[in-house]
């Protein structure tokens, strides 16, 4: 059966919420509808980047010591107001929604731990929503010594089976962290994070120019990449570890950046995204055949002409192009995996984050 489900996506960019409505029974995508954004204030993202300092020392999911208190009640507002403007838009009542996907926004996460932490309360979400919402769709992989990310792999397949293309096929989501889908057929699903997407490149400007970040690769286009810089960069650990592997937003936060001007530290951050993403290739059972690009990244064409160089000869192309949507593909998903969480169908597989056996998510909460 078909259910109407609404997904919640806040990322790691710290942005904003992105919002969806997607028709799906939890194994087939029926139809895509609408989508709308929130974008968080100044204040907020403020906010948010004092959590994200905070939260380096929690060792519990569900503390919420000093400033992440007043950050979850935060994110918890803006969600609720992102949905309430989303349905009075798109003229939706409450009763025409079965269920809302709300992922939370990441404060910390270290799998390795067994500990991933999401703020944001459901409960008070979906009181002042009025409709039922599933959320904490990590907890459970991370517990069973899952990776706990990414979790998008599942709707990427669903995605891509209707597109009727031979040869794998790679997803590419660019957002805070860049992660990969490996989709060869129906039977193989891989997918890791690769290393940074906007995140050191967002911080970069926001600290030399007080940008929250490159609109459309405009500056990186105007600089020369540090090559050797890159090179060493390139050299991390994370890069030669097998699939699946997952990232926090700040794993390479501690690179030492040299004294760029603004142009030449762009680019070189750009391609270091684009390179990262590339250096997956060799870890995967054969190099798919077309790429495609989703998440916030593939709005920066310096990013995308950077991938088509490193992914050659395999096309590039953007979500977008295929009548997808870039902005509105994690919000989506995380309405598809509401709908399987409910289903109890599995969210996460032993080759998309290391878990034992394929698992299921998510706990619900009612209005």
């Known amino acids: 059966m078909m259910m109407t489900a609404i997904g919640l996506m806040s990322g790691t960019s710290l942005d904003g919420v992105d919002v969806a409505l997607i028709k ?6 029926g139809a895509l509808g609408p989508s709308g954004y929130r974008p ?40 609720a107001e992102a949905v309430a403007a989303f349905v009075a838009q798109n003229r939706l009542s409450p009763g025409s929604v079965d269920i809302v996907g709300f992922h939370g926004q990441t404060v910390l996460h270290r799998p390795a731990e067994k500990l991933t932490v999401q703020i944001g309360d459901a409960k008070a979400l979906a009181k002042a929503i009025r409709i039922p919402v599933v959320c904490d769709f990590r907890a459970a992989d991370v517990a069973a010594g899952g990776q706990g990310a990414p979790l998008v792999p599942v709707y990427h397949r669903a995605l891509a089976q209707s597109l009727g293309r031979d040869g794998p096929i ?25 290393g940074p997407g906007n995140a050191l490149l967002d911080d970069f400007m926001f600290r030399t120019l007080g940008k929250p970040f490159d609109c459309e690769g405009r500056l990186a286009s105007q600089g020369v990449i540090d090559q ?21 937003r700040n794993d390479f936060a501690n690179l030492t950046l040299r004294d760029w001007s603004p142009a030449d530290g762009a680019a070189t951050l750009t391609a270091f995204t684009a390179r990262a993403i590339a250096a997956v290739q060799p870890l995967l059972p054969k190099p798919p055949q077309s790429w495609i690009v989703t998440g916030g990244g593939a709005r920066n064409l310096t990013l995308m002409r950077m991938l088509r160089e490193a992914l050659a000869p395999a096309s590039v192309e953007s979500a977008d192009a295929l009548g997808w949507s870039a902005d509105a593909m994690e919000a989506q998903a995380f309405g598809f995996l509401a709908t399987r969480g409910l289903k109890g169908l599995p969210l996460s597989y032993p080759a998309t984050t290391g878990v034992a056996f394929p698992m299921t998510g998510g706990l619900l909460a009612r209005p």
Do not use: M
């Not at 907020?44 to 939260?55: D, M, N, T, Y």
């Not at 999911?61 to 992440?68: C, I, N, S």
């Not at 997803?171 to 891989?190: A, E, Q, R």
């Open 24 to 29: 799906t029974d939890g194994r087939r995508v």
């Open 40 to 79: 968080y204030t100044e204040t907020e993202r403020s906010l948010l980047r004092q959590a994200l300092a905070e939260a380096v020392q929690l060792t519990a999911r569900d503390a919420r010591p000093g400033v992440l208190a007043e950050a979850e009640r935060a994110v918890t507002i803006a969600h």
């Open 228 to 248: 050797a810089w890159l090179t060493e960069a390139l050299q991390h650990p994370f890069f030669a570890k097998p699939t699946p592997k997952s990232l926090d």
């Open 170 to 194: 790679g997803v590419i989501n660019v957002g805070g962290v860049s992660n990969v889908t490996y989709i060869d057929g129906t039977d193989t699903l891989i997918a890791c994070d690769t």
